[in-house]
C-alpha cells in the first residue's frame, strides 16, 4: 500500500533541499581599468600613444624630396589626394634613420592644423596597460625621445614610454624643416 503524500509539502521540501545545496552566486568582480594605445618602435625603444593621437597607420608610401629641409623631413606624399609630410622619427631625435622594410610604418599624426606622417621601425598595433604599471618617473633615462613622453608603462619588464604627439608637435625644432 503507498502512502499518499501531500504534493505541496512534497515541492516545499524539494525547494528546501535546493536552496541548502545550491552553489553561491559569483562574487562581483570590478574590473581592472585598462589603458590602451598605439604602440610602435623607434630604433630600440618602444612607445605607446594614445588612441586618440593617430588618425590612421599606413605602409610607407612613396617620398618626394623637399630641396633645403632637414634630413629627417623626408619628404611629401600624395595619400588618397592629400599631401602628408612625412617626418623620420629616429632621425629627428639624432638616431639612424629608419630602414624601410616590411615593418616600418607612417603613424599619421592626429593634430589640427598639421598633416604630418610620423616614419617608426614597427607599429605593434593596440596595447593595453594595466593602470597600476604606469610608472611616471623616467628621471636617468638620455633617450632624447623620451623628453615627448608623459610618464610610461613597465610590461614584462619592457618600458613603453607614453608619446605625447601634440608635445612633440608644439616643439620649435620639430616645426623648423628648413635647412
Same mark, same amino acid.
Given at each position: 500500500?503507498? @502512502?499518499?503524500? !501531500?504534493?505541496?509539502? *512534497?515541492?516545499?521540501? #524539494? ?19 585598462? $589603458?590602451?594605445? %598605439?604602440?610602435?618602435?623607434? !630604433? ?12 590612421? %597607420?599606413? *605602409?610607407?608610401? !612613396? ?8 634630413? $629627417? ?8 589626394? &592629400?599631401?602628408? @609630410? ?22 599619421? #599624426? ?5 598633416? @604630418?606622417?610620423? *616614419? ?16 611616471? &618617473? ?7 625621445? #623620451?623628453? &615627448? ?10 618600458? $613603453?614610454?607614453?608619446? !605625447? ?15
Amino acid at each position: 500500500m503507498q @502512502t499518499r503524500q !501531500d504534493p505541496l509539502g *512534497l515541492l516545499h521540501k #524539494m525547494q528546501q533541499e535546493g536552496i541548502a545545496n545550491a552553489p553561491g552566486l559569483p562574487e562581483e568582480v570590478q574590473a581592472k581599468e585598462l $589603458w590602451s594605445g %598605439v604602440g610602435f618602435r623607434v !630604433d630600440d625603444t618602444r612607445f605607446v600613444t594614445p588612441l586618440d593621437h593617430v588618425t590612421e %597607420v599606413l *605602409l610607407c608610401p !612613396d617620398v618626394t624630396h623637399v630641396p633645403r629641409t632637414k634630413s $629627417w623631413l623626408k619628404g611629401i606624399a600624395n595619400v588618397r589626394g &592629400n599631401l602628408l @609630410t612625412i617626418v623620420d622619427l629616429a632621425e629627428f631625435f639624432g638616431k639612424q634613420p629608419v630602414f624601410i622594410d616590411l615593418r616600418s610604418r607612417i603613424l599619421v #599624426m592626429n593634430v589640427e592644423g598639421l598633416s @604630418t606622417g610620423l *616614419l617608426v621601425s614597427e607599429v605593434y598595433g593596440l596595447r593595453h596597460f594595466d593602470e597600476e604599471q604606469e610608472r611616471q &618617473n623616467l628621471a636617468g633615462l638620455d633617450d632624447p625621445a #623620451m623628453a &615627448n613622453t608623459r610618464g610610461a608603462f613597465l610590461h614584462d619588464n619592457v618600458l $613603453w614610454g607614453v608619446f !605625447d604627439m601634440h608635445l612633440l608637435a608644439e616643439t620649435p625644432a620639430f616645426r623648423h624643416v628648413a635647412a
